[in-house]
């Protein structure tokens, strides 16, 4: 054997070791929900830097947070949430809190808890409505604002859930239905109800009819572009589909009516 300075030569040749592998994570133990209720907060705040600390607290608590810089119009309309978080604590005045309280009013279409920052010197000058409002003097401690939030979000109803709505003249509604023309979608409340594209169709023209019967013969005329009819029980069957995704029950209609003999319509 030749000598090597500083080397150790080992052969392995005809012979195999066992391969020391590393046992894989356990994937086993469920994913354990840390926040089983969660509520909705928006925070309006021109310097977020400021309430750092309160977005903190509050999400470390199970709250969602959202932040924005100013409140837009269509807040209210667009998005779902139980308290609404307004920071006036830097540049507020009495009448900067006079128009934004007004507005917020207006635009409410459910009575929607408001907490106002405020700074020392604007309290100081508070009278009359404002001192009726919810107002908390910031800077303060997280969880002095965590505890005032958590008590008016529990003395109020829980928000109606809306979701994100289409813009005007892109949707429909008939009862607790949306319709978004643009995303031929279907939502009750928050929820999309998924339909075929024939659903879809067969939906929108009774919706469109307002009320008006339409014939089995029309529909097949305008959706399946057939004038077809001897026999054909194809509307029926898409009919008895669309009725069983919305939950409808054809014996006491909340959506569609049968019109014997002829076809169907809105339910009233």
Same mark, same amino acid.
């Given at each position: 054997?030749?000598?090597?300075?500083?080397?150790?030569?080992?052969?392995?040749?005809?012979?195999?070791?066992?391969?020391?592998?590393?046992?894989?994570?356990?994937?086993?133990?469920?994913?354990?929900?840390?926040?089983?209720?969660?509520?909705?907060?928006?925070?309006?705040?021109?310097?977020?830097?400021?309430?750092?600390?309160?977005?903190?607290?509050?999400?470390?608590?199970?709250?969602?947070?959202?932040?924005? %810089?100013?409140?837009?119009?269509?807040?209210?309309?667009?998005?779902?949430?139980?308290?609404?978080?307004?920071?006036?604590?830097?540049?507020?005045?009495?009448?900067?809190?006079?128009?934004?309280?007004?507005?917020?009013?207006?635009?409410?279409?459910?009575?929607?808890?408001?907490?106002?920052?405020?700074?020392?010197?604007?309290?100081g000058s508070a009278s009359g409505p404002m001192l009726q409002?919810?107002?908390?003097v910031w800077p303060a401690r997280p969880q002095e604002a965590?505890?005032?939030?958590?008590?008016?979000?529990?003395?109020?109803?829980?928000?109606?859930?809306?979701?994100?709505?289409?813009?005007?003249?892109?949707?429909?509604?008939?009862?607790?239905?949306?319709?978004?023309?643009?995303?031929?979608?279907?939502?009750? #409340?928050?929820?999309?109800? %998924?339909?075929?594209?024939?659903?879809?169709?067969?939906?929108?023209?009774?919706?469109?009819?307002?009320?008006?019967?339409?014939?089995?013969?029309?529909?097949?005329?305008?959706?399946?572009?057939?004038?077809?009819?001897?026999?054909? #029980?194809?509307?029926?069957? %898409?009919?008895?589909?669309?009725?069983?995704?919305?939950?409808?029950?054809?014996?006491?209609?909340?959506?569609?009516?049968?019109?014997?003999?002829?076809g169907y319509r809105l339910a009233d």
């Open positions: 054997m030749q000598k090597q300075t500083g080397q150790v030569k080992i052969n392995l040749s005809g012979r195999r070791l066992p391969l020391r592998v590393k046992p894989a994570l356990a994937d086993s133990t469920p994913l354990v929900d840390n926040c089983p209720v969660t509520r909705r907060v928006i925070l309006i705040s021109p310097m977020p830097g400021q309430v750092h600390e309160l977005v903190k607290a509050l999400t470390d608590s199970c709250f969602d947070v959202l932040v924005f %810089h100013r409140w837009e119009p269509d807040l209210h309309e667009r998005l779902v949430f139980d308290l609404l978080i307004y920071d006036l604590s830097v540049a507020g005045t009495i009448d900067a809190f006079a128009g934004i309280s007004s507005r917020l009013n207006r635009e409410a279409e459910h009575a929607t808890p408001c907490l106002y920052l405020v700074g020392e010197k604007m309290i409002e919810e107002l908390l965590l505890y005032r939030v958590q008590r008016m979000i529990g003395n109020s109803p829980a928000a109606p859930k809306r979701g994100f709505l289409p813009q005007e003249g892109q949707r429909i509604a008939f009862k607790d239905l949306w319709l978004d023309r643009e995303r031929m979608s279907v939502h009750r #409340n928050n929820d999309r109800i %998924h339909l075929t594209k024939t659903e879809y169709d067969l939906l929108l023209k009774l919706i469109d009819a307002k009320g008006a019967v339409i014939s089995r013969e029309e529909m097949l005329s305008d959706i399946w572009e057939t004038d077809f009819t001897g026999g054909s #029980n194809v509307v029926d069957v %898409h009919i008895k589909s669309l009725r069983k995704k919305l939950g409808d029950n054809a014996a006491s209609p909340q959506y569609i009516v049968t019109v014997r003999g002829v």
